[in-house]
């Protein structure tokens, strides 16, 4: 019997709902409230402010696609659900970054791990960047209240073999370790949630925020790109979008206008500051685009004598937190551990070989393991991030440079990750490196990692968080939103994503997002009632 895919039986209920790969002339529209971006910012964002009675109208560049349309294929998934069809990277080529673009955002092809901000974090926001209302105590509520709207929780289920080396690892090390909370319900443990969840377990906002936004009379166009906010003075007047072929590719040459009382900006942290720069938004102090950070990602392979298989599976079920705050906030660079699926097609990418030594790599993927470490940025003054610009064409791409605090802690990753893989029973481990080898001892592997030339385009590096570009804070000279995501020169537009955070936040960032979010669009809800 075939999974039910209640969006597409909303639609034939008549949710509102435009495609703009259709459209046959140019197009105006009003809200009360316009959303750009349908991911975790945007969809909980136009939940609330549906619920409290506002118009609303969601806008996202990508396409919709269902339940329906997800078939556990890596080819149409990654050309279909991510930004640039899955080939967005830095600037200089060398890093990778994987974010959604679809109804539903990176929500929809996420991992599911949901992770509250950590404690150190928020105090270091409030320290280091005038940052109010977002203390530890005052987060717990919101966080809460969107654990139990998407069904966040410990997975209970024990842990795929990928999963179970961090947990066996740290324990033959008397490393820390815990299990990773997800917002899934009815989990099927297939193992595929980056490429769509096609029995709809994932609480993504495909079947969450935005289906109740639909039910509340609010309104979806996608395959719409924001492109310029019309302003005039203090004030937001309008928003130009164009319409995008049913590949998302190139604009069909039909433009959306849309005119609103509020504008809520939510495309995460590069389309967000891309959306502003190209609009020539007020920015006094060149902040917009600034301070964006990635959780920089590098990764360590592992051979095991039994079947890892690790394309099987709850993707992440442990964590290791041991390298992430021991040196405090402003030490050196510290590291979350987790695990990355490995799909064929991800795999190869990951391991980015060719010709024989390729072919040998994906023989062996039944019994590879992977590790990564999420590399926390943006703590400490030598690690300042990147910076979002506009390429020729208007796209934002974002420049992001290494120092020798960010690869010193790289370096330190690999060798914790070694570390523990040979603890938990590997026959031989290799750093993700142009010029290493796997290895059969963990002294061989020291070596190695200590001898290689850790460089851009030689060492693996990846990202699938994007924080930061708009920071937050009430000292207008470091934020260009205020602490309640009010843009700090436009008085009708805020910032609803994870371009508001400071600096990386040391943790999946998708249940931060909510629940900032959450805490913002419920204020923003009052404040409109009362302009």
């Known amino acids: 019997m075939p999974v039910p895919d209640p969006f597409r039986e909303g639609m034939a209920r008549g ?37 409290a009675g506002y118009k609303v109208l ?15 294929l890596e ?32 929500t929809l092809v996420n991992w599911t791990s949901s992770f509250r901000t950590p404690a150190p974090t928020l105090e270091h926001w409030a320290r280091e960047h005038s940052v109010a209302g977002l203390s530890d105590a005052e987060m717990a509520p919101w966080f809460e209240q969107m654990e139990q709207r998407l069904g966040v929780a410990p997975w209970r289920v024990p842990p795929n073999a990928n999963n179970e080396v961090i947990r066996n690892g740290c324990e033959k090390l008397g490393y820390s370790w815990d299990v990773i909370p997800r917002n899934v ?48 003075g203090d004030k937001v007047t309008g928003l130009e979008c164009q319409a995008m072929d049913n590949r998302c590719v190139a604009p069909t040459g039909r433009t959306i206008t849309v005119k609103a009382r509020h504008y809520v900006l939510a ?28 959780h920089l990602v590098n990764f360590s392979a592992a051979q095991f004598p039994a079947a890892i298989n690790p394309f099987y599976g709850a993707p992440q079920s442990i964590y290791s937190d041991h390298f992430q705050w021991k040196d405090g906030t402003t030490g050196p660079m510290g590291y979350k551990l987790e695990v990355p699926p490995l799909h064929p097609a991800l795999a190869a990418t990951i391991f980015a070989g060719f010709g024989q030594t390729s072919a040998g ?25 990147g910076n979002v610009e506009l390429r020729s064409d208007g796209s934002p791409v974002l420049d992001y440079r290494l120092t020798p605090y960010v690869w010193e802690g790289l370096k330190r990753a ?83 994503d994870g371009s508001l955070f400071p600096t990386s936040i040391g943790a ?24």
């Open 15 to 51: 949710w509102k709902t435009r495609d703009g790969s259709q459209l046959d002339s140019d197009l105006t529209l009003e809200a009360d409230v316009v959303i750009v971006g349908s991911g975790a910012g945007g969809g909980t964002t136009a939940e609330i402010l549906s619920a």
């Open 58 to 72: 969601l806008i996202e560049e990508g396409p919709l696609k269902t339940s329906s349309d997800f078939k556990l």
């Open 75 to 106: 080819a149409d998934a990654y050309s279909n659900l991510y930004q640039e069809g899955v080939g967005r990277m830095s600037k200089d080529g060398a890093i990778s970054i994987l974010q959604g673009r679809a109804v539903g955002g990176t």
């Open 185 to 232: 319900r009815g989990c099927w443990n297939l193992g595929y949630c980056g490429m769509g969840c096609p029995t709809n377990a994932k609480q993504s906002m495909l079947v969450t925020t935005i289906p109740a936004t639909l039910e509340q009379g609010g309104e979806l166009l996608y395959l719409a790109r924001a492109w310029r906010l019309l302003i005039s």
């Open 267 to 294: 495309g995460g942290g590069i389309n967000t500051p891309g959306l502003l720069l190209r609009s020539d938004a007020p920015d006094p102090h060149g902040r917009v685009g600034k301070r964006t950070f990635l």
């Open 361 to 385: 790599h994906m023989a062996q993927l039944p019994h590879t393991h992977m590790m990564l470490a999420l590399m926390r940025d943006g703590f400490h003054p030598d690690s300042p991030g």
């Open 414 to 496: 690999l060798h914790s990750m070694a570390e523990i893989q040979f603890a938990a029973g590997a026959s031989a481990v290799m750093p993700l490196h142009s010029d290493a080898r796997y290895m059969n001892s963990l002294a061989r592997t020291r070596d190695q990692i200590d001898s290689l030339s850790l460089e851009l385009y030689r060492t693996r590096l990846a990202s699938a968080h994007v924080m930061g570009g708009c920071a937050m804070g009430e000292n207008p000279q470091m934020a260009v939103t205020d602490s309640l995501g009010r843009h700090h020169q436009l008085r009708n537009l805020s910032v609803h």
């Open 508 to 531: 999946n960032p998708q249940l931060s997002v909510y629940g900032v979010t959450a805490k913002l669009a419920t204020q923003l809800a009052a404040r409109l009632k009362n302009p």
